[in-house]
């Protein structure tokens, strides 16, 4: 950065959202009419629609998107991932990560100003009800000063009925995601009392939008949200960010009228009260700038009023507001795709090379194994079924290496529903003779009728002499 476009750092000040005593800075930003609003407004109200009829479609018979985490089960676009699908989820966390750098590399904090659930909910949803309850701006900001900030004015007691509904309804749609749509509906309409720790999970997340949209606010985006933080890593000079182009600007000057030699800005402040986290973006480039466009909105309004050229800020980069020229080529606009191409192959590949089914043989619970009443050892097995196929099929169930002994198989096959798992129950008797030194290796195989089968090996136990001490019968009891 040459020195004459170095801006003065800002005096005193530690965080926007904090006053110089520690109190809190209440940001009520004005809003700011322009071409930029039009076209996040209509994208911020598209995803909330998305956001909500998300939970409602399905893809193949099963949710387009189901993050069922007691069952360790995520459903992406109606296909299933499993616990045992660590591979392919981490590949998928992995390449959207990767996806994540390449934007802000490319197009800066265009996440956080028109796409982040914080920012959509808050500028398009929250602080408009917020306005139309306190009488816009000015009102919010008389209120600040009354007793208690406020609080206890009936305005804006009734804003806040409005935000409890509103992050009651929110808190419903986030879970919807977790739980499904029917089970929701389940919950929904019985007596909390009937399913007590889904409503604390409930009321929980109503708690926590209502603080966070209430209360928080943009302290989220300024101290909480990692993203921001790791802004200065992720962007280069050539990024795209919204800048305030101090070259033209400055000197500032207040007034319509433009002196010799003065910059274009007129000192307004109108950049600075519409800011949503407080800032002034005419002290640079700043972590808290959520790249939102409303400090270009307001500027463009200024400017057209002064009879000046609009874009004193605008989308540009450190570079282009330099006269620097770009480089040809910039290392991490190659490298972040070919990281992405890697991560996005390797989970295809994976996932096309997926097997139908998943089959896990677990040892039944209890004893190791019991001595029955003729002498034969008894094992339980349990066997996991997981139909990662998107119709219901009914899986065989045999075990190879048992010639001289019985299987009892209550359920075989075991029917199992499109992307549902389902666990049987196996015995397996032999005669002591079949083990040798305390085991006898197996194999159960698992068949699903449509031309996949899966074996999986696994090590019966039994006594280790003829006459172990430990033998014990089916009720417990020392033989
Ligand atoms: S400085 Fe401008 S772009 Fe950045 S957060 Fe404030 S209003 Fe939005
Ligand atoms: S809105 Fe434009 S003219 Fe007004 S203070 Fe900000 S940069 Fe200067």
């Known amino acids: 950065m040459s020195t004459s476009s170095i801006p003065a750092a800002a005096p ?7 006053n110089e005593d520690g109190t809190r800075r209440w940001i009520r930003p004005r809003p700011s009419p322009g071409g930029f609003l039009r076209w996040r407004r209509a994208v911020a109200y598209l995803l909330m629609l998305v956001f909500l009829v998300i939970p409602y479609l399905r893809m193949g018979g099963r949710p387009l998107v189901l993050l069922d985490l ?3 089960e995520f459903t992406l676009f109606g296909t299933v991932f499993l616990a045992t ?9 992995v390449g959207t990560v990767f996806a994540v750098f390449l934007l802000t590399a490319l197009a800066g904090r265009v996440w956080c100003g028109w796409a982040c659930p914080q920012t959509v909910y808050m500028e398009f949803l929250f602080r408009p009800i917020e306005r139309l309850f306190e009488g816009g701006r000015s009102g ?3 209120l ?16 806040n009925g409005v935000y409890l509904v509103l992050s009651l309804f929110l808190a419903h749609t986030f879970l919807a995601y977790f739980v499904g749509v029917d089970q929701l509906e389940v919950w929904v309409r019985r007596s ?4 007590p720790t889904s409503f604390i999970v409930m009321a929980g997340t109503t708690a926590l939008i209502l603080f966070d949209f209430g209360w928080f606010r943009e302290q989220t985006c300024l101290v909480a949200c990692p993203y921001g933080r790791i802004q200065s890593v992720l962007l280069d000079r050539e990024s795209l960010i919204v800048a305030y182009d101090y070259n033209r600007g400055e000197p500032r000057t207040k007034g319509r009228a433009k002196a010799e030699g003065s910059g274009d800005c007129i000192d307004c402040s109108a950049c600075v009260t519409t800011c949503p986290t407080g800032i002034d973006i005419r002290d640079g480039l700043q ?5 939102c466009t409303q400090c270009a909105d307001a500027c463009d309004d200024i400017m057209r009023r002064v009879d000046r050229p609009t874009g004193l800020i605008r989308y540009s980069s450190r570079d282009a507001l330099e006269g620097v020229p770009g480089r040809k080529l910039r290392p991490r606009v190659v490298l972040y795709p070919a990281a992405l191409a890697l991560s996005f192959g390797g989970f295809l590949v994976a996932l096309n090379g ?8 677990l040892r039944g619970l209890g004893e190791p194994y019991v001595i029955e009443a003729d002498g034969r050892v008894a094992n339980q097995l349990r066997v996991k079924i997981a139909n990662r196929t998107n119709v219901a099929r009914r899986y065989a169930i045999s075990v190879d290496g048992v010639e001289t002994g019985t299987v009892i198989a209550p359920d075989n096959p075991l029917p199992v529903d499109a992307g549902n798992t389902e666990v049987t129950t196996l015995f397996i008797m032999l005669p002591r003779s079949a083990f040798h030194d305390g085991e006898k290796q197996v194999t159960v195989r698992v068949d699903d009728g449509g031309g996949y089968t899966d074996r999986v090996s696994y090590r019966l136990v039994g006594p280790e002499t003829e006459h172990d001490d430990h033998d014990r019968t089916r009720d417990g009891e020392p033989r």
Not at 85 to 93: A, G, I, Q, S, V
């Open 144 to 159: 600040d000063r009354e007793r208690w900030g406020g609080f206890l004015n009936g305005r804006r007691l009734a804003k």
């Open 70 to 72: 007691p069952r360790r």
């Open 12 to 18: 005193g000040r530690v965080l926007a959202t904090l």
């Open 192 to 195: 909390p009392l009937d399913h």
């Open 140 to 142: 919010s900001l008389q």
């Open 85 to 93: 699908d660590m591979l392919l989820l981490m590949l998928l966390l």
């Open 287 to 291: 972590m808290e700038c959520i790249h």
């Open 354 to 361: 997926r097997a139908p089914a998943d089959v896990t043989v």
